[in-house]
């Protein structure tokens, strides 16, 4: 069979076209797709649809809650040069800035890095710690997903075959001073993928004392994921050094990590630990500058 | 005196490839071409049952399919012919071609080479390079006695090569020595990757074949297709584009004759043109695993009484050009020192992975690595500073070396101090940082050569070369050792390297050895050239000719620069002039050794370059990750032709080392298939991660070296930086890491696990 291309200008359009081919191939960066296909990790559809050219899918703003909307089109680039994440979203600019390349970033959307699911994805913990939802479209209707839920596996999400993903929406941060950050181990300093990563967010009353913390984990399970162990003991608890190493420690057991060609379990697992602790200890940095 | 050699000179090719408008092989086209692919092994070891083509055959727009039923039954490879075009009773690696399909486009080609079926018996691989070496291990050569090769090479069942270097005697030296010191040490294979992937197109007009392909070795390549397609090397024309980098990847006949024969069954011109992966598992790509065991004895002060060595290297399925592997390391482990008693026992052995080729500076990284890493543990025994122990050991004017050959006008330890003096060595340093150095060598030796240079009716000049640049600029400088001999500048030069019919035969961009053989015959050739212009200007100014001299681009009267020719009007005159030349091949050294097997691995440091590299790493000891900060690189090769060319290789060098090093490592399963064959997981260094890099050249007039005292340059840059980023990572972490590369995770594994 011949391979069909489909380039709409609408969410509206685009809409159509997926409720007719259920399952068809969604282009908007490719650097997923594209790459995949001529690695051999998975041929391309017999149906594109390239959604590039959808206007009102590119939108980067606060909403008047204080929270954020990102549209699905909006780039890893944007993202990484936004006054707005750098701010107020750190661990979302500290993640955006280590994808790829800067041909990737520029050409990479953050509504692909969502659907693909990689668990090794730069942006997948920092917006767990967000508590960032999926807004997902189709011909009958939109609904929300929290990222948790919406992350099955490697490459599995919860999205149907004739839905687009138009949005990632983050609620406003907790009260207090927060701060918040994305480490990730680095073999290298361009060009990497994560072999471990690590998103936190703290948020201090005026005593410096930790009213809310999250923590989530990159490429050390099969989904990008939060740790609730290390949220309970972060929550009520002193900023301390030994608050952090027990948190820390909490998430490295908490990791699922494999064997494979970028480092063993083990290996994996002790980094965990090392790394959640220095996104910790950052974001408690960036918390206590804010306060 | 010299006007051009050693000033800076911008390459001729520079310009071309940096703007896009330089073209490769895969940017070529012919008229009616068809697209080439292969079927490789669906085994890693098997004996095949069955061959059947015929459903590729029969699909749509596939023109020809070929298995070694479609060319004569040659065996060949460079010191054991061990291999066929086409595999026939055997597949011994995952990159063994069984099939090639021609079609109209590569996506028909991949299809028909999909339908091909082929039937197996399985064999057990053998991955384990030095276990295959023990009595009774499954052969992967069965045949390999009657497989023709160099006499001197030593085979034995899956020992392909075996080298020893013996001197005094090393077993009485040790059990006296005041201190004994011994290691194991284990390094990864990993890979060349040059930027451009091989691509080659083959076409054919009545019985002869012009084949344009990526190689660093035309006339090797025109020398495989005549044998294996039996015709003679006259039917046979090797074009070479330009070349997108080599790095020995493309080091030997790989897979122009594949293409020439199907082309040939075809009728059509066909086009190859490698995908990353492909590349990743191609013959050739990858350099060699090796096991090294060594083991040192000194006195008290620091003299080394006796060295003895076992080295195991991995030649994967097939022979190639690198059946001197063996002999190479041999002299990696006894190093640029002063040592008495010798015993050094070097095994290139078969396995049923990847072969390995001559990737810059093959065997020198991964056992200098050894080896210095090694000198260091003495020195820490001895309780000595390591680069006192050095200044104690390496070689000097007058030193005898392993193979006796004695050593004249080289200047090791200035190279080593050099490079402690850049780094600052001794320096306070916060606790997580850490200079280390090391020091090696690289051979330079003769071989025959020949060049034309040819003067053009306006004066200027085309010199033609077999020589290939590879991208080193090793041809792009030789413009400048002919203007020195004409009075010309280097821009006055065109070159015309890449194509068999045109210039005498050459060994191709490998050994580091072109400025030093191919120089040496455009110095030849250019004084044959200045001849003929001075006789035909001393009858034009009616002076003796020795009173004339060749300036600023015409032969003049010493003393009296206003009587004087152009060369431009003698060229115009009518009169063609055209050197040639050779030049006299150095002799090979005498070497001496008791039970060494094969020499040319020893006889090759006729003038050797020699290396000291110092590393400022700091190591992030939670996770284990090295960060090289800064490399002080000082180098003797001999007088320096084009300090950019030089700098240049030195600055390329050195990364590539950083990532030897810490991170470029070929995985292999448990059947001998890569797990990393692509760029995403093989971990090369990038443009952020390189360190500063500080260069030192210490020119001395080594005897026997090449043109204007110049040696190589290609490959020592490479060679040192590994031991000397190692060394520095064992003062930050008070243990050494013995396997390469030092990954984060073994660094890690070293700092907090036990001690081996």
């Not at chain 1, 009520?236 to 050094?241: L, N, V």
Request: glycine share 10%; net charge negative.
């Amino acid at each position: 069979m011949a391979r069909q291309y489909f380039e709409p200008g609408t969410v509206d359009e685009a809409l159509s076209v997926l409720a007719e081919h259920p399952g068809a191939d969604l282009v908007a960066g490719g650097t997923d797709l594209v790459v995949g296909a001529r690695q051999g990790k998975r041929p391309l559809g017999d149906t594109l649809v390239a959604i590039h050219r959808i206007g009102d899918l590119s939108d980067l703003s606060e909403t008047d809650g204080g929270g954020l909307r990102i549209g699905a089109l909006v780039s890893h680039a944007e993202l990484e040069s936004s006054p707005l994440i750098r701010e107020r979203w750190s661990a979302l600019s500290d993640g955006s800035i280590l994808v790829g390349s800067p041909a990737t970033r520029n050409a990479g959307t953050l509504g692909g890095n969502v659907a693909n699911a990689s668990p090794a994805m730069d942006t997948g913990s920092p917006l767990l710690v967000f508590d960032a939802s999926v807004e997902l479209t189709s011909t009958d209707g939109k609904r929300s997903v929290p990222l948790s839920e919406f992350f099955q596996g490697p490459g599995k999400t919860t999205r149907g075959p004739s839905e687009l993903v138009t949005a990632v929406d983050v609620p406003p941060r907790p009260v207090g001073s927060v701060g918040s950050a994305y480490v990730r181990l680095e073999y290298r300093l361009a060009m990497e993928i994560a072999v471990v990563g690590a998103a936190a967010l703290l948020a201090l009353d005026g005593g410096g004392r930790v009213v809310e913390g999250r923590v989530a984990l990159t490429s050390v399970a099969p989904v990008c994921l939060r740790v609730p162990e290390a949220e309970r003991l972060l929550a009520g608890a002193d900023a301390t050094e030994e608050t952090f190493a027990a948190a820390a420690a909490a998430a490295g057991l908490a990791a699922k990590p494999i064997d494979d060609v970028r480092a063993s379990a083990e290996y994996r697992r002790a980094m965990v630990s090392v790394i959640a602790r220095r996104a910790l200890e950052r974001a408690h940095e960036r918390a206590r500058e804010a306060a | 005196m010299s006007t051009v050699v050693g000033k800076a000179t911008i390459r001729a090719d520079g310009v071309e490839k940096v703007t896009g408008t330089g073209r490769y092989t895969a940017d070529l086209n012919l008229t009616g071409q068809l697209h080439a692919k292969f079927r490789y092994a669906d085994h890693t070891h098997a004996t095949i049952t069955r061959i059947d083509a015929s459903k590729a055959r029969a699909l749509r727009g596939v023109h020809a399919v070929i298995t070694h039923e479609d060319v004569p039954d040659q065996k060949y490879g460079g010191m054991v012919q061990d291999r066929r075009l086409f595999a026939k009773e055997k597949v011994r690696w995952e990159g063994d071609v069984v099939a090639a399909v021609a079609a109209v486009t590569p996506e028909i080609a991949e299809e028909a080479a999909s339908l091909i079926e082929v039937d197996y018996e399985l064999l057990p691989p053998v991955v384990d390079f030095e276990a295959s070496m023990a009595e009774g291990a499954l052969l992967i050569h069965e045949d390999w006695e009657s497989d023709s090769g160099d006499e001197s090479m030593g085979r034995d069942r899956n020992t392909l090569g075996y080298s020893t270097i013996v001197k005094g005697d090393a077993g009485a030296a040790m059990a006296g020595a005041d201190v004994v010191v011994r290691n194991r040490y284990v390094s990864d294979c990993s890979q060349g990757v040059p930027i451009e992937p091989r691509a080659v197109i083959a076409q054919w007009q009545g019985g002869k074949v012009t084949v344009w392909t990526s190689t660093q070795v035309p006339y090797a390549a025109r020398a495989g297709v005549a044998h294996t397609l039996q015709v003679p090397e006259s039917n046979v024309r090797i074009v070479v584009p330009l070349l997108g980098g080599g790095f020995g990847a493309k080091c030997d006949f790989h897979f122009e004759g594949h293409i020439a024969a199907l082309a040939r069954a075809a009728r059509r011109p066909v086009k190859l043109v490698f995908s990353r992966r492909e590349e990743f598992v191609a013959i050739g790509h990858r350099r060699e695993g090796i096991v090294i065991e060594v083991e040192t004895g000194a006195s008290r002060d620091g003299t080394l009484v006796a060295r003895r060595a076992r080295l195991v290297l991995d030649k994967g399925a097939y022979c190639g050009e690198g059946g001197f592997f063996a002999q190479m390391a041999a002299m990696h482990a006894c190093g640029p020192y002063k040592i008495e008693n010798v015993s050094v026992e070097s095994y290139l052995n078969y396995s049923n992975t990847q072969p390995s080729s001559s990737i810059r500076a093959p065997t020198a990284p991964q056992v200098c690595w050894a080896l210095e890493q090694h000198m260091d543990e003495l020195a820490r025994a001895l309780d000595l500073d390591p680069v006192d122990l050095r200044r104690k050991t390496l070689i000097e004017d007058g030193a005898e070396g392993p193979t006796r050959q004695v050593f004249e006008n080289l200047a090791m330890k200035e190279t080593l101090e050099q490079a402690v003096e850049l780094i600052g060595y001794g320096q306070e340093l916060p606790e997580d940082e850490a200079i280390g150095v090391a020091c090696g060598w690289w051979p330079c030796f003769g071989a025959a050569s020949g060049a034309y240079v040819n003067l053009n009716p306006d004066g200027t000049a085309t010199i033609v070369t077999g020589a290939q640049e590879n991208g080193t600029g090793a041809v792009m400088a030789l413009p400048i050792l002919a203007a020195e001999q004409l009075g010309l500048q280097p821009e006055d030069f065109s070159l015309l390297y890449q194509d068999t019919d045109a210039a005498p035969s050459d060994m191709g961009s490998c050994g580091s050895q072109t400025t030093f053989n191919s120089g040496r015959a455009v110095v030849e050739a250019s004084i044959d050239l200045r001849e003929q212009l001075l006789d035909a200007a001393s009858s034009e100014l009616e002076v003796d000719r020795g009173d004339l001299e060749l300036v600023d681009g015409a032969v003049r009267v010493k003393g009296a620069p206003d009587k004087a020719v152009t060369i431009a009007d003698l060229a115009g005159s009518g009169t063609t002039f055209h050197g040639k030349g050779s030049g006299d091949v150095p002799e090979a050294p005498a070497c001496e050794t008791e039970g060494c097997v094969g020499l040319l691995g020893n006889e090759s440091f006729l003038s050797p370059q020699l290396i000291t590299h110092a590393a400022h790493v700091k190591v992030d000891r939670g996770t284990g990750v090295v960060r090289v900060l800064r490399v002080a690189a000082a180098h003797d090769c001999g007088t320096i032709v084009n300090p950019i060319g030089a700098n240049g290789q030195v600055t390329g060098g050195v990364v590539m080392g950083v990532g030897q090093a810490l991170s470029e490592s070929t995985q292999i399963d448990e059947n001998g298939r890569q797990r990393n064959p692509f760029l995403l997981d093989y971990k090369l260094v990038t443009a952020a991660d390189a360190p500063q890099i500080d260069i030192a050249w210490v020119e001395t007039m080594t005897p026997n070296a090449g043109p204007k005292g110049s040696k190589g340059v290609g490959e020592p840059p490479c060679v040192a930086t590994a031991g000397a980023i190692a060394n520095a990572i064992t003062k930050v972490i008070g243990r050494p890491v013995r396997r390469l590369p030092m990954t984060p995770e073994r660094v890690w594994a070293a700092t907090f696990g036990e001690e081996e």
